[in-house]
């Protein structure tokens, strides 16, 4: 079955650097799984001209908690709908620490990017300590409900759920794949209460090209949330193109 593979860019690369590797996945990409590639917003408004191809979808990697205001800095969700396009990851780890997103806001970005028709992916996740102390399932119910909280889903709205062990991501140290199998689960029924539909949900968290087809193989995993390992044309292509 096709699966859902996304490519995280962070603030890692140039515009250059953005543009050439998205030439080189738009000529490389030969797979039925769904390649969704989350540029930072300057190179992915280039990306969204661009004359090449496309063999893959496009992502933000954040949108406003508003559709249209006085919000210096931000983009909104409306806008990126317009350039074409499908997806925007929220709730990163990334975001949560460093810029200090709350459940509250990251629920308010949830519902104007739904409204502007965008594709959302929330992604959740626990810390080192929180996993030590075994609170994983707890810290993620939480932070399910919050999120998804007086969320009103039209029939075409989609949202897809990125487990992201915060400790894993960027360290090298994937999650073992049947553990990330048996907390997708967990996932998919705690979230029952609000998504009616079948829920897709994603491993995020140094996965490479040696492990990936391991997470894509659990029951539960319907895709992978991809950091480092997407920057590099090769390494990206193989996880893709198996
Ligand atoms: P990583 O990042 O693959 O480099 O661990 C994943 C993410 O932060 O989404």
């Known amino acids: 079955m096709s699966k859902i593979i996304i490519a995280n860019w962070k603030m890692k690369l140039s515009v250059k650097e953005s543009l050439s590797l998205t030439e080189r996945l738009s000529l490389g990409l030969n797979t039925k ?4 590639i989350c540029p930072d917003f300057i190179s992915l408004s280039l990306i969204a001209f661009l004359k090449t191809k496309k063999t893959f979808f496009l992502g933000a990697q954040d949108s406003a908690t508003l559709a249209k205001h006085s919000l210096t800095g931000e983009v909104s969700a409306f806008n990126l709908k317009e350039l074409g396009v499908s997806y925007v990851i929220l709730g ?3 975001r949560r620490l460093y810029q200090k997103e709350d459940d509250k806001m990251i629920n308010e970005k949830i519902k104007v990017a739904l409204e502007a028709g965008l594709k959302v992916v929330l992604c959740l996740g626990d810390n080192k300590q929180e996993y030590q102390a075994k609170k994983t399932k707890a810290v993620i119910k939480s932070q399910l409900s919050n999120a998804l909280k007086g969320l009103k889903l039209k029939k075409d709205s989609e949202i897809i759920i990125a487990y992201e062990p915060v400790w894993a991501i960027g360290s090298g140290m994937a999650m ?4 990330a199998n048996e907390i997708a689960e967990f996932i998919k029924t705690s979230a ?3 998504i009616k539909k079948p829920l897709k949900v994603l491993y995020g968290g140094s996965v490479d090209k040696n492990n990936a087809q391991l997470f894509l193989k659990q029951k539960n995993l319907q895709g992978l949330l991809v950091g480092g390992a997407s920057l590099k044309a090769e390494e990206f292509l193989s996880i893709c193109n198996n």
Request: glycine content about 8%; charged content about 35%; hydrophobic content about 30%.
């Open 33 to 36: 799984n769904q390649v969704i």
């Open 92 to 94: 990163h780890s990334e």
């Open 176 to 179: 073992g794949a049947e553990e």
């Open 192 to 194: 029952k209460k609000f």
